[in-house]
């Protein structure tokens, strides 16, 4: 919405959300969401055509278009729990707007959603609409956490859905013109409702199955001596693979792979293809054998016990370049490190600490959990560090002079491959990556 707000001068954007938290860090000098080029882009518009409101009901009745962006986390309860997305916000989003507006609306999905979700927010908007015309878009936003700035400057397409009526086309062409005013319209592409809301799932599905594929290939490499960089390399040069997203790691984390995948599956059986939904569930499979056997690894490494040994815990958001940490892998390996009764030291440059407690599920006062202000501090009079964010930062790091303050024989896994390991080795480290046997 900042982008928008960015490049469409004569457009204003008001941006509500029900957590005023949330709401008054927009509207401060410390953004709730760190992304690079972010601040200069809502210092530039807020106040002139940006707002940020938790006035919900005015924000509705003044727009001529609206998003509906709020979360759709995995159900957590009743049918479909641990699978289907939980719609609920959508649904109150939805019955808002039929309460409150007071003329026409185009209603444009921005969240992912399942498959003919489009078809509920319809029904509960024209069940309550009293002669006001609702036409309902599907937009789903494919930018990437730590590059969306880039991503949403210069986006590879843009996907518009609509009802293939004159209406419904006309709608469609009111959101093209918006993004038109910078995105090539070449690359603007519009679709009918249901192949825009599922183009969005089986993006992420594709991509997080690239990751397990070479996720997978790791622990080959690793058992026969093969190199995961250099076979993703070779494989990568083929024009039809091509090189992107085939970095082997702990594990792909985010908001939105997973949860995306889950919600595939589910729809697969709910419409009969259990085949289908085991294929792409495999998928999660693979990304949690991964998460495990690289914490498996590193027990077995270090004499088969971690128990009361400091292990540094370098990066916990699930990229380099956000403060995002939902579903990282950090998470994972942390919690199965701590129960191994290991004493971690975590530093990541940008995640708060107590984003770090909410989500190992520990108080503040927990004694096997310590919090550091530089990757030297995390790894002074440590037995292991354990790369588990590829932050630039990271790879600058005077390995030589953590090698001197750390136990020995002092233990690098680099979860992400992002260390040069044979240099590593020189220093005298215990050196070791993802998929390099
Ligand atoms: N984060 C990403 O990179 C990304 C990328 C593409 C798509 N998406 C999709 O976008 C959606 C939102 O993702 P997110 O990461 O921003 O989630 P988020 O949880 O960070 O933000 C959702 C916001 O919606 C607000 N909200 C909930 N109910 C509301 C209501 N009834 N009225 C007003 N506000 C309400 C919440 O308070 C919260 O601040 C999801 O469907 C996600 O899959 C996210």
Redesign the pocket.
Known sequence: MAMIAHKCKDHTVTV????QA?IDAWNSDTL??YEPGLDEIVQGARGTNLFFSTD?DTAIREAEMIFL?????TKTYGVGAGRA?DLR??E??AR?IAEVAEDDKIVVE????PVRTAESVKRILESNSNGRQFQILSN??????GT?MADLEAPDRVLIGGDQTPEGKAAIQKLVDVYATWVPRERVLTTNLWSSELS?LTA?AFLAQRISSINAISALCEATGANVDEVAHAIGTDSRIGPKFLKSSVGFG???FQ??ILNLVYLCEHFGLPEVAAYWNSVIEMNDYQKHRFCRRVISSMFNTVSDKKIAVLGFAFKKDTN?T?ESAAIYICKDLLEEQANIAIYDPKVEVAQIQRDLEIDADNKYVTYCESAMEATKDAHAILVLTEWDEFKALDYKKIYEQMQLPAFLFDGRNILDLEALAEIGFEASGIGKG
């Open positions: 509500v959300d029900i957590n949330r709730p969401v919900v962006s709020v979360n759709t986390p997305a916000y959508i109150k989003c808002k921005k969240s992912t959603l789903p936003e494919f930018l990437a956490e969306a969005k992420n985010g908001s939105c949860k995306d995002d939902r």
